[in-house]
């Protein structure tokens, strides 16, 4: 495990972006896993930057999302699928078809999650995941349980979870109660993980997680048994 400590939300942005663009730049077709939330908002901003001036170019690269909402069309200004075009997708060179997520509005959300873990798989998994930590501890949307969910499945938010997305929301009522989002599997076998957290919030939680007890209960805890991970903080 190699932890960075980054001196601002910028650094952390610029560090984060510099990997992924160096991934990219040494397998042009890398599989990038993403992740939504505020923490990597920087990070593409970063990447928007760097593309623009002609230091990365994403055009065979593919793109994999951990989670998308139940219910959220791409449409919807706060679907994972809206996100990632704004923030990210629409501004570089990348082939749309080559960005994938889950399916919020799949008429069988079951079938959807496997297709979406044949999906990873016929890609051959990713080359470089990024993640973000929840204060409860999950990765993409796998809240604490008595087991690590190892596929695609349906998550039922916690409500801590549910709180902490509600300032993206008009009113707490209106954040989805349901996720689709991959399981460990895919996360763990991505050959290099990147986890951010930023803010003094996350620091007990990053504690938590890279140094207590390798528990369900804190989903990010399985990540202490993965061979390549860096995590860039930042306390502030
Ligand atoms: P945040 O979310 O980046 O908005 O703090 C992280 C997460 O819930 O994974």
Known sequence: MKIVEAKNYEDLSKKAAALISAQVILKPNAVIGLATGSTPIGTYEQLVELYKKG??????ARTVNLDEYCGL?????????????????????????NTFLPDGMAKDFDKECKRYDELIDNLGGMDIQLLGIGHNGHIAFNEPSNTF?????????????????????????DVPTAALTVGMKAIMQAKKVLLLANGMDKKHIIEKSLYGEITPNVPASILQLHPDLTVITCFK
């Open 55 to 60: 230091y990365v170019d994403f055009s065979n």
């Open 149 to 173: 969910p190892a596929y695609t499945n349906i998550s039922k938010l916690g409500e801590s979870t549910i709180e902490a997305n509600a300032r993206f929301f008009d009113s707490p009522s």
């Open 73 to 97: 069309s791409p449409e919807n200004d706060q679907s994972y699928r809206y996100f990632m075009n704004e923030k990210l997708l629409n501004h570089i060179n990348i082939k749309m078809e």
